[in-house]
């Protein structure tokens, strides 16, 4: 069956501008988990989806970011005002309410020039 | 917060030797230990997972050992193949049915043929 999909795969932004990054989790899954992975280092807690509700976000580094979920199925990540530090791979993973195992997608690389 | 500490960063080893990585935690509460294998421009995948009511558990040539006392876990790769060849990543979590996870800063494992 079908893994977890991302996109865009890359995206290139210019400092200052908004981008959106899309998570489509496995079917049926009912939790989201969005991850930062900066060169070199291992992900790092963003936010993560319980249905539609964010039920922890803890890991937002700011209010520049923002991530939704409405029907409860795919989520979008949404950075305002994006900075060079924001350069990196973010990560979408998925579990069903019977496991702890998070099943992750490939990732958008996104750079901020 | 949690914390998790992963060794070696880099590790070397001849195809068929035995590879051991190793990582330690600080959140007792803790009781979710999956190991993940991460390729070149790919997401995360998970090898072997552990809960902490299981010392040791093995999947053919991988196997992850738990001392829950010492707050430490140990991934083992026997009879190394260069496909073996990727950054392997610990992380800690709770196992619930949905947890965030707290990454090790991962180890690369070179097989040389």
């Known amino acids: 069956g079908a893994g977890v999909s991302q996109t865009p795969s890359n995206k290139v932004t210019e400092k200052g501008k908004y981008v959106e990054l899309r998570c489509d989790p496995i079917?049926?899954?009912?939790?989201l988990y969005w991850y930062r992975q900066s060169l070199g280092q291992g992900p790092e807690f963003l936010i993560y989806?319980?249905?539609?509700?964010?039920?922890?976000d803890s890991g937002l580094p700011n209010d520049r970011f923002f991530a939704v979920r409405p029907e409860g199925s795919v989520s979008t990540l949404k950075i305002q005002r994006t900075e060079r530090g924001d350069s990196a791979v973010y990560l979408c993973?998925?579990?069903?309410?019977?496991?702890?195992?998070?099943?992750f997608g490939p990732g958008t690389r996104l750079t901020v020039l | 917060g949690e914390n998790v500490e992963q060794h070696p960063s880099t590790l070397s080893v001849q195809e068929g030797d035995s590879a051991v990585i190793k990582c330690t935690y600080s959140d007792s509460a803790s009781n979710y230990f999956p190991w993940y294998k991460q390729e070149l421009g790919k997401g995360p995948q998970l090898i072997i997972d552990?809960?902490?009511?299981?010392g040791e558990k093995k999947d053919q040539r991988i196997a992850v050992t738990l001392n829950k006392t010492a707050k430490h876990f140990s991934l083992h790769i026997t009879e190394t193949q260069p496909e073996d060849s990727a950054v392997y990543f610990c992380?800690?979590?709770?196992?619930?049915?949905?947890?965030?996870?707290?990454f090790g800063k991962g180890t690369m494992l070179l097989v040389s043929p």
């Open positions: 992380a800690v979590g709770r196992a619930s049915g949905y947890s965030t996870l707290t």
């Open positions: 552990i809960r902490s009511n299981v």
């Open positions: 993973a998925s579990s069903d309410h019977s496991s702890d195992t998070q099943y």
């Open positions: 079917s049926g899954h009912t939790a």
């Open positions: 989806f319980q249905g539609t509700g964010a039920a922890d």
